[in-house]
T-cell receptor
Framework: AQSVTQLGSHVSVSEGALVLLRCNYS??????LFWYVQYPNQGLQLLLK??????LVKGINGFEAEFKKSETSFHLTKPSAHMSDAAEYFC???????????FGQGTILTVHP | DSGVTQTPKHLITATGQRVTLRCSPR?????VYWYQQSLDQGLQFLIQ???????AKGNILERFSAQQFPDLHSELNLSSLELGDSALYFC????????????FGSGTRLTVV
């Protein structure tokens, strides 16, 4: 079975500051890991994914995440926050061949001017 | 536009009623997934179809059912609706039925009154 824990349901940063959204996972098999972003009243957009290739994954909009097996973590970072980054972010894991995604509870990112 | 089309975008109905949500997958994708997003449960996997066959089942209530048709579109049927069924229902599709190539639709917002 797979599970995901996102630490912090709300994160607030200033524009230009580092963004760090935390995700820890549990999986009985080598996982696929994902970060999705959801803007208000919109669907889920894939930011980046880890599929057992490079452990440092670069995504869209300047985001990146590092897979750390020893820490079972897949934290999302961005060096400099922009106002347009304000949204809800979801970490997800898939450890099955059929592709079911198990999502974390989400982290709402607020960016202050 | 993600290529996954969900209709209707919004639906308001009364308790006890039945509704059908429709999903057209991205061209070439054989697998369809349904997810429910609610404030209390977060994003929950409901069910997956691959090339017309049910492949995996998640936390789907017995009042809910789904199918995938020969043209690969899918329908999610919700019956005997309760207030707690109010949620965003997302459809996603992928080519091979794994999580690597997911694309989400923009969702159907169901409000039960």
């Amino acid at each position: 079975a797979q599970s995901v824990t996102q630490l912090g349901s709300h994160v607030s940063v200033s524009e230009g500051a580092l963004v760090l959204l935390r995700c820890n996972y549990s999986s009985s098999v080598p996982p696929y890991l994902f970060w999705y972003v959801q803007y208000p009243n919109q669907g889920l957009q894939l930011l980046l994914k880890y599929t057992s290739a490079a452990t440092l994954v670069k995504g869209i909009n300047g985001f990146e995440a590092e897979f750390k097996k020893s820490e079972t973590s897949f934290h999302l970072t961005k060096p400099s926050a922009h106002m347009s980054d304000a949204a809800e972010y979801f970490c997800a894991v898939s450890g099955t061949s059929y592709g079911k995604l198990t999502f974390g509870q989400g982290t709402i990112l607020t960016v202050h001017p | 536009d993600s290529g996954v089309t969900q209709t209707p975008k919004h639906l308001i109905t009364a308790t006890g009623q039945r509704v059908t949500l429709r999903c057209s997958p991205r061209s070439g994708d054989l697998s369809v997934y349904w997810y429910q997003q609610s404030l209390d449960q977060g994003l929950q996997f409901l069910i997956q179809y691959y090339n017309g066959e049910e492949r995996a089942k998640g936390n789907i209530l017995e009042r809910f059912s789904a199918q995938q048709f020969p043209d690969l579109h899918s329908e999610l049927n919700l019956s005997s609706l309760e207030l707690g069924d109010s949620a965003l229902y997302f459809c996603a599709s992928s080519v091979r039925g794994d999580a690597n190539g997911y694309t989400f639709g923009s969702g159907t917002r169901l409000t039960v009154v």
